[in-house]
């Protein structure tokens, strides 16, 4: 999958979670990445975030926090 498009999906559930769970949001949001993504998507968007972390320069402050737990 196009990495762009994980960052959007990152970032929508980010949008959902940031207002029911506050400072617990990026905790939230990677719970709901392991639950309900499948593991290629996961290791993608974690592989991005370890080698070139620019190429998820869109990806908002509480995705950030969730693909830095799932690393």
Not at 24 to 53: C, G, K, T
């Given at each position: 999958?196009?990495l ?9 559930i ?16 990677a ?36 693909i830095?737990?799932?690393?």
């Amino acid at each position: 999958m196009k990495l762009e498009r994980l960052v959007a999906m990152v970032n929508d559930i980010a949008a959902f979670f940031t207002p029911e769970a506050g400072a617990d949001a990026p905790a939230a949001v990677a719970n709901h990445l392991r639950r309900f993504w499948e593991p290629r998507m996961r290791a993608q968007i974690v592989s991005a975030y370890r080698s070139d972390p620019s190429s998820l320069r869109d990806l908002s402050e509480t995705g950030r926090g969730a693909i830095a737990a799932l690393a």
